[in-house]
Each structure stands twice: as C-alpha cells, then as structure tokens.
C-alpha cells in the first residue's frame, strides 16, 4: 500500500510570528528488547502505512527530566481517550493509557503490548488475549482480565459519548475474564476489524475508578490509566498537565527505551491564534507548538526549529451529505457539488504540498485505498449538465433555483483543524460559478455534535482518522453513524462482507466496490487528505508518531 512519510524541515529562527509549527515526532522503529514483550502469532489483518523516523536522532544521549512545553491550537475538551475523537483530545490521551496491542507504523504489523500474545478464532469472531503480568493503574490497582472486562464493556454503554470506542466493538457479545491474566472476547458475528482497533487509545485501559466516575467527569480531567504518564490537571481553554509515573516497565516493543518516561512531565498550553504560538516558540515559553498554517510552511526553511508532518489514515476532510434535507436528497445536486469542486486548486492556494487532494474516500496512505481521481475530477461542465437536467435553472443573480427556491445548502464546521474556514470559503466561491450557494456556518465541538444528531445541516466538514478501512463502516453503515442518513442495503451489504474478513484478497475488492458506491451516489464529497504538521525546537528529541498519526511522548526527551 501507498505509504504516508513524515518528513523534516530546519526552521530559521530569524523568521517572526508569521509561522505556526506544531512538535510531533518519528517514530523510532528500532525495536527494543522491552521485558514481557514475547511476541506471538498474530492474527493476519491490513497493512498500515506511515513511518517510523524519529525526530531529533540519534547521536545525541537521551537526558532524563525536565518539562516539555507543549502549545497546543484547540482546546482538546475531553481528555478522557475512551472519549474524545480529536487530534488535541488522543495526542493527550494516548500519553494516559496503553493499549492490548501496538501497530507498527511502518509495516502495520500488530505487536504485543499489554498482551503478551492473542489467538482469533477462523470467523473473526472470539480473540482469546493471554495478558501481562506486573501491570498496574496509576492508582496502584492491578490490571487484569476483569479490567479488560470493565473497560470494554463500559465503552459499549458510554454509546455515543464513545464515537470511536463504541464503533469498534459494534456487535460485542461477551467478554469473558477465564482467568486473572486470560480475557476472551466474543461478537455476535465476524469482526475483522477489532484486532487493529486493540491498538487503538481509544480502546485503552482506565482504572476500575475512573470507569465509575460520570462521563463528563472524565472528560474533565478525572482518569487514571496504565500509562508513562499521569494526568495532573486539565483547565478548559489554558492547560493540560501529564506528570512521569514512576515504575512503568510494561512499554510496547516500538518503544526506543525501557523503564520510567524521560520527561518529568508535559505542560500543554492552549493557545490557538497561531502567530502567538510561534511567538512563544521563538521566544522559549514553549518548546513546541501544534498546527503550522499553511501559508507559514515557507518561513521554516532552516535554523533552530523543524516541521514534523505525517499523513493521516483514514477518512480525508470532506462533506458528508445529509440525504434526509430535501435539496440535498437529489442525487444531481449531491454529484454536482462533488463535480463543481476543483480539489487541485484547494490543494495548490490554501494548503500546501502536504496535504494531498482527496482522490478516494479514504486517504491514500489507509490499507484498502483504491484511486477514485478520475470520479473526483473538476468537470464544471459536467456539473451543469446535472443541474439543467434535475431542473435547477442559473438565474440573474448567479445562483440556480427550481420551482422558486435558491439551489442552497449550508455546512456546519469547527476550527479544530485551523485551516476548514479558508478552505471552505475557497470551495464556497467554486460552487458559485456553477450557481449553487454554500452557506459556512462555524460551530463548537459541543454543538456540532448536538446539530448532527439533531439532523439540522446539509452537509457536516469533518474526517475521521483510522489506520483500518473499517473506518468506512463506522460512518457509512445504517447501523452505525450513518452520519448520511441514507438507508442503502446494497452498501450495508458490502461493508459487512469487509469486516468479516482478514483475507486482502477479498477484502480489498469490497472496499473498492464501497468507494466506488459513496462517490456514485454523492453521499461523501472527499476534498483533501488530513496532514499532521508541528514543529519543534531543537532541543526536543526523540518525539514520535504512532499508527494514527498521534503522539508518543515516551521516548522524548529535552537536550539542555
């Protein structure tokens, strides 16, 4: 499969508060002799893409302490893993908590992590986890098999509130603790899928506590994991504070170094006008910051900063139509929007070359990604002749109507990634020349959630980040999100049959078939493919991506 390389650029520090750079790391992919890490056969799954480089290498001897100033763009509102969805919620999250197991972003290979080794039954359906010993919660609680028991099956109740979490145990049946270090997992049909979800922060492990605690509690800041690190403290809209737990000896074979973390603790700060944030990496008050602009890629060039980026998997940033509105209910119109945009040009003047024109919907570098580029093409033409067919007429005033009403749809977006609003007005101004009004409405994460349950938009902005192509089952499925709202039996079928099974050879052939249906039938217009872009001072080193594209921080370490 295409693979997603992060790569590293030098930045002058000459270059004043117009560049916004945000700290990830390589992944070291050098494999350590870690203790308790015996690997065991894996059940055969997708391959991942991505990169194990680790940023600020290797001559240099790591130095253990110190804190790590961390400016965060967003406010990452629920630092519970189990919960949030957002880069800013599981780059904290992920620090908190580990997981059964560990994917390799280089290879996809799945790798033992609290789980010593697994055994998946011929159907996908029962994963039988033989478990580490000597683990604890930050708390000083034991993890075990009923600890996997309590936090699996309390993800299932959390639902909604778990939109990751809830979507990868979909059709949970049971879950077994047969005994203190043995935990078997059963669903109510075949779950391809579950084994590469395991890896996930999303599916990590939170005391037996802190599962008692009420959601919005957790969210808040009140969670205890298994962890390198500890939560401190999480103040909305200022900073979030992870402290070094002492005696972590249980770290995934991917990590460079055994024993405690090397940070004393990681302070992160919110700051979200971007210029303020390269300021306070300029200046020292920070030493990294999330979130380069764009436009301010061309002021790192070389000097005492870097830019990290990474691809990420999964969904690409895109509209989702809500086929239950009554403009966008019409096929025509749907196809139109998708034929009106020119992605090129998006790319080329409000990004950059690091981030990707969508060619599918899925990103490029996700196992299963087949190339949809000549669908996606600009053809304005092709749009118009849609639009004249389903009756939708070019007025005086530029815009298309039919039977009396404007051709207009709105969309709802956040500012989670900074860039939606300029690429959103862009994409606004090409719909315009074949006549069709894009109204940008910007909310919080709050209320987008609210407004999405609720039904009240025409089109949602966002992507949804995944290494595995079941991802497409997770919003396309009527049993799922269906944050389309379409009822398509022909497409439920397919993205069952690609979840019931680990065989490429079959599987791959069904993901194409379901990229192909999506964009046919206008229910998701792919845009651009997501990019994590940081930069970092030259002092930190040894900061990494894992599979997702989100942080370790284990392995960092500050040089004086």
């Known amino acids: ?55 600020g290498a290797a001559k240099d001897t790591p130095k253990p302490g110190g804190t790590l100033r961390f400016a965060l763009a967003v406010d990452p509102e629920c630092v519970d893993p189990q ?5 800013a919620s599981l780059n904290i999250g992920r620090q908190v908590v580990d ?35 000597g683990v604890t919660f930050a708390d000083g609680t034991p993890f075990n098999a009923a600890s996997v028991k309590a936090n699996f099956e309390e993800i299932v109740k959390l639902g909604a509130k778990s939109l990751l979490g809830s979507s990868y145990l979909a059709g949970l049946n049971n ?76 770290g995934s074979t991917l990590f460079a170094h055994t024993g405690d973390a090397y940070l004393d603790a990681i302070d992160f700060k919110i700051i979200p006008e971007s210029g303020v944030r390269l300021g306070s990496l300029q200046s020292g008050q920070v030493n990294a910051i999330s979130d380069v602009q764009p436009q301010d890629e061309p002021q790192f060039k070389s000097g005492d900063y870097s830019i990290l980026t990474r691809g990420n998997p999964g969904l690409p940033f895109g509209l989702h139509a809500n086929a239950a509105r009554s403009i966008v209910s019409e096929e025509p119109v749907r196809l139109a929007i998708s034929k009106a945009l020119n992605r090129k040009e998006i790319s080329s003047t409000v990004l950059s070359d690091l981030y990707k024109s969508a060619t599918s919907i899925l990103a490029s570098s996700t196992p299963g990604y087949a190339d949809q580029s000549a669908a996606l093409a600009f053809d304005a033409a092709g749009a118009a002749k849609l639009l004249d067919d389903a009756g939708w007429k070019l007025g005086s005033d530029g815009y298309r109507s039919k039977d009396g009403k404007r051709l207009s749809v709105d969309v709802i977006f956040t500012p989670l990634f900074n860039g939606s609003g300029r690429v959103l007005e862009l994409a606004q101004q090409q719909l315009k020349k074949s006549g069709i009004e894009l109204r940008l409405r910007q ?16 089109y949602l902005w966002s992507n949804l980040t995944r290494v595995d192509p079941d991802v497409l089952r997770t919003i396309f499925s009527t049993k799922a999100a269906n944050r389309t709202h379409i009822a398509d039996v022909d497409l439920d079928a397919l993205l069952d049959k690609q979840a019931a099974t680990s065989d490429v050879s079959i599987r791959n052939p069904l993901l194409a078939q379901v990229q192909q249906r999506v964009i046919a039938k206008g229910y998701f217009v792919p845009v651009f493919e997501l990019a994590q872009v940081h930069g970092l001072s030259s002092k930190v080193k040894g900061l990494r991506f894992e599979a997702s594209s989100r942080l370790s921080f284990y392995d960092t370490w500050l040089a004086k």
Do not use: H
């Not at 390589?26 to 480089?53: E, K, M, R, V, W």
């Not at 919960?83 to 880069?87: R, T, V």
């Not at 509690?217 to 969670?223: E, H, M, V």
């Open 1 to 55: 499969m295409p693979s997603t390389l992060p790569s590293c650029r030098r930045v002058s520090r000459r270059r004043a508060a117009l560049a916004a750079a945000m700290a990830l790391g390589l992944l070291a992919s050098a494999c350590s002799d870690n203790s308790g890490s015996a690997a065991n056969a894996t059940a055969s799954g997708s391959t991942a893409s991505g990169s194990g480089s680790t940023a």
């Open 83 to 87: 919960q949030g969805s957002a880069n």
């Open 443 to 458: 909310v919080t994460v709050a209320d987008q959630t609210t407004i999405t349950n609720g039904g009240d938009y025409d």
């Open 99 to 133: 997981s059964l197991t560990d994917q390799d972003p280089t290879t996809g290979k799945l790798i033992p992590w609290l789980a010593e080794s697994w055994e998946v039954d011929a159907e996908a359906k029962t994963y039988t986890f033989k478990l580490r010993t």
């Open 175 to 250: 879950v077994t603790a047969v005994d203190d270090r043995t935990v078997r997992i059963e669903f109510k049909s075949s779950n391809a899928q579950f084994l590469q979800a395991s890896s996930t922060m999303s599916l990590g492990f939170l005391s037996t506590a802190t599962i008692a605690k009420d959601p919005k509690d957790r969210c808040a800041g009140q969670i205890v994991g298994t962890g390198p690190f500890n939560l401190k403290s999480y103040t909305a809209n200022q900073n979030v504070l992870i402290e070094k737990r002492a005696g972590y000896a249980w």
